[in-house]
């Protein structure tokens, strides 16, 4: 994804959402975030894969323009030594909007969007179940990049020894393995929901 694409998304969901001139300070400080050194995964080229993925589902959403600010900042604070980072995040993007005059249910919608990725609930709403089908696209991604990714993770957990990092990572894996179903959206269900399994029960079988 090049600049220009990153560009267009940046103004297409402000222009949705009611803003005429997007905040390209904003911009520019979030495509920042997303390059820390420390980030392995949760990287630009996170956000990249999940605005294409958006792109291809842009229909099902019930607003477009909500769930596309809430993937710019869904990963915007990401500190993996912290167990905040989506919170903050949320907090984070219903600043900006309260800041662009954005309606406030706006602003909690998408704080609430943010929220979901924490996947610690199942998403309770139809945009809120897209967003998260987005964010764990990576999961029925072709087996050389469900590999890559699961380096990516352990890159950013380095500071974890071995075997508490193995043991935690089994857990989440096997949480995600058995949700029945593990995409939310039928978009989701016909496209990753095989191949997801797979990669899941092969890592979890190393």
Same mark, same amino acid.
């Given at each position: $994804? ?16 009611? /803003?005429?001139?997007? &905040? ?27 605005? #294409? ?37 949320? &907090? ?15 602003? /909690?919608?998408?704080?609430?969007? /943010? $929220? ?37 993770? #352990?890159?950013?957990? #380095? ?19 058995? #949700? ?27």
């Amino acid at each position: $994804m090049d600049n220009a694409a990153f560009a267009t998304s940046w103004q297409r969901a402000w222009a949705a959402l009611g /803003v005429r001139r997007a &905040d390209e300070a904003l911009y520019r400080e979030l495509l920042a975030r997303y390059q820390e050194p420390h980030r392995h995964y949760h990287s630009l080229r996170h956000l990249a894969e999940c605005l #294409r993925h958006f792109e291809s589902a842009y229909e099902l959403a019930d607003r477009p323009g909500e769930v596309e600010l809430a993937l710019w900042f869904h990963d915007a604070v990401y500190q993996a030594r912290r167990s905040d980072n989506e919170q903050r995040s949320a &907090d984070w993007a219903r600043q900006a909007l309260v800041a662009a005059g954005v309606e406030p249910a706006v602003a /909690v919608r998408v704080h609430a969007l /943010v $929220m979901a990725t924490r996947h610690e609930t199942l998403p309770a709403t139809p945009d809120q179940r897209l967003l998260v089908d987005i964010d764990l696209a990576i999961l029925g991604a072709p087996p050389a990049r469900f590999a890559e990714h699961q380096r990516q993770v #352990r890159a950013e957990y #380095r500071w974890v020894p071995g075997p508490i990092y193995r043991r935690r990572r089994r857990e989440i894996l096997r949480q995600f393995l058995e #949700r029945q179903p593990l995409y939310a959206t039928a978009y989701f269900q016909e496209r990753l929901e095989a191949q997801a399994r797979r990669n899941l029960a092969g890592a979890l079988n190393e």
